[in-house]
């Protein structure tokens, strides 16, 4: 593989390419502060970034985690931002939502992180969700349930409604199992609703999400755009704002980006950019930057 990568001039420039965010990421200092989450009264919507694509969310009185990650490394890659929560600050979680089967996202030591606190709290673990094909890379983490889901399905846990919708992404966990699902989340209980995009670069799923679902509130990716081609894949700050004017969704959180560095636009660049997207298209008052484990009530 070595020799492969030395003859192939492609190769050998995608792997200069990740050593030096290695070495970059492996250089600066992670900052950052931790918080304990506020909890909800009376059906609010509580909303807590955890980091990256991370969210504890307070919906209809359950307790719901999406994509955690608290790891400190993925493999090589520093975490740059301190995770918001700890994880045994959390109350007990009803429900987890995985998007698809990559590392920063589906991140099994967290995922056993949080069954184990559970158990501890509450006596009894939490169920999860993932997309069609991931039940396997979960099934030996202690969940009371696990549940998969193919696009536009939906799940109903109390007066809490799971749906899972497309997105624009893969959802391989390694290079020879692309069978695996992948999507978004659009949580539903009494008049609050949040989408959680997962990775997804711009498409027009996004108005068929907005009209069937109407989603309140979008949980929406911005970083790891950088080279361009990632744009494949991954949304910008300004398809990021497209997404959300095609939803028509009331608020908007960004998420993804600034905790590991993967792709080689500048750590701070995302959130600049949005807010100069945001200004032009004249939502700036609709964009909320959440702070790592700060609770928001919508």
């Known amino acids: 593989m070595i020799k492969q990568t030395l003859r192939n001039p492609a190769l ?24 304990k989450p506020r909890l909800a009264t009376n059906g609010e919507l509580g909303v807590t970034f955890i980091g990256h694509a991370s969210f504890f969310v307070q919906i209809g009185g359950q307790n719901v985690v999406i994509d955690p990650n608290f790891a400190r490394w993925l493999f090589v890659l520093k975490r740059l931002r301190r995770p918001g929560l700890r994880v045994a600050d959390l109350p007990a979680i009803d429900l987890v939502l995985v998007s698809h089967a990559h590392f920063d996202h589906l991140h099994r030591p967290s995922l056993r992180a949080i069954v184990q606190n559970n158990l501890r709290t509450r006596g009894v ?5 993932v997309p069609t094909h991931v039940s396997d890379l979960v ?25 899972h919708v497309p997105s624009r992404h893969w959802g391989a966990r390694i290079l020879k199992d692309s069978h695996r699902g992948y999507g978004g989340f659009v949580l539903r209980a009494g008049k609050h609703s ?42 910008d ?26 792709s080689h636009e500048p750590v701070d660049e995302p959130l600049q950019l949005l807010e100069k997207e945001a200004r032009a298209a004249g939502i700036k008052d609709r964009v909320v930057v959440l702070e790592e484990g700060v609770t928001r009530f919508f």
Not at 16 to 34: D, M
Not at 125 to 129: C, G, L, N, Q, V
């Open 194 to 235: 949040v989408y959680h995009a997962g990775d997804t670069a711009y498409f027009a799923g996004f108005r068929e999400i907005g009209r069937r679902l109407s989603p309140e509130l979008a949980l929406l990716p911005i970083g790891a755009y950088n080279p361009p081609q990632f744009r494949n894949v991954h949304a």
């Open 12 to 35: 050998r420039k995608r792997a200069t390419q990740f050593g030096r965010l290695v070495r970059h990421s492996a250089v600066t200092p992670r900052y950052g502060q931790t918080h």
């Open 139 to 163: 099934a030996d983490l202690g969940f009371s349930e696990i549940i998969e889901l193919d696009w536009w399905k939906s799940s109903r846990h109390r007066n809490l409604l799971v749906t």
């Open 125 to 129: 673990a939490p169920a999860i969700i």
């Open 237 to 262: 700050p300004g398809d990021a704002t497209r997404a959300f004017l095609d939803l028509k969704s009331r608020w908007m959180v960004p998420m993804h980006y600034g905790t590991f560095r993967l």
